[in-house]
């Protein structure tokens, strides 16, 4: 069974911190990648960050770049997110994504992805 299991979505002050966490099954962590795509009310879905969890390739889309950090604990078959001086504007429901490329970050596809967490809302403040 493919599970994507989310946590760490909260409500914050402009500027401030939080850490996302995606854990998966074994299967579905090992040689995939994984990583988030968030989407705001009223905008398309949209690649955040990814990484190879084989490789430790990274992406990461340019309005976070500098801000959010992707990293992985093998050991736990986790992914997190790491976001710094986060803005209003990165307010959104974030999904954690599996899939065995990551192209569909880079191509900006959401609907080339294998598989998805239940999403965690992530609300910043001014």
């Known amino acids: 069974e493919v599970r994507l299991v989310e946590s760490g979505g909260d409500s914050v002050q402009a500027e401030g911190s939080l850490r996302l966490s995606c854990a998966a099954s074994v299967m579905t962590y090992s040689n995939n990648c994984m990583g988030w795509f968030r989407q705001a009310p009223g905008k398309e879905r949209e690649g955040v960050a990814a990484i190879y969890t084989a490789g430790g390739s990274t992406y990461y889309a340019d309005s976070v770049k500098g801000r959010f950090t992707i990293s992985q604990d093998n050991a736990k078959n986790t992914v997190y997110l790491q976001m710094n001086n986060l803005k209003p504007e990165d307010t959104a429901m974030y999904y954690c994504?599996?899939?065995?490329?990551?192209?569909?970050?880079?191509?900006?596809?959401?609907?080339?992805?294998?598989?998805w967490g239940q999403g965690t809302q992530v609300t910043v403040s001014s």
């Open positions: 994504a599996a899939d065995s490329e990551l192209g569909p970050w880079v191509l900006g596809r959401p609907l080339d992805i294998g598989y």
